[in-house]
């Protein structure tokens, strides 16, 4: 019988796919934010790295002082404070 081998296959594969989630958009640690992004870990978010979070995406440029060098840890705390402080949604 191979049904039960394939249940069994389905949850570790599930089990295995839940461990990957990615936490960065949703964790509130902004330095645990800040490493999850830096993939390379260079202690910088490169413009590419930043994709990962849609947020900081579209904010990257205006908050790195230069975009070519990634974002430094203290940029990306900046940024995070400026998003906590602005929690209105953008008007239409
Ligand atoms: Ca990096």
Redesign the pocket.
């Known amino acids: 019988m191979k049904l039960p081998l394939i249940a069994a296959a389905i949850a570790l594969a599930a089990s295995t796919a839940f461990a990957n989630e990615p936490t960065a958009t949703t964790a509130t640690d902004p330095a645990a934010t800040f490493k999850s992004?830096?993939?390379?870990?260079?202690?910088?978010?490169?413009e590419s790295?930043a994709r990962a979070h849609a947020e900081l995406s579209s904010g990257f440029r205006s908050a790195v002082a230069d975009a070519s060098s990634?974002m430094t840890m203290e940029e990306f705390n900046a940024w995070h404070a400026s998003q906590k402080s602005s929690q209105t949604p953008p008007s239409n």
Do not use: H, K, P
């Open positions: 992004l830096d993939t390379d870990g260079n202690g910088r978010i490169s790295e990634g």
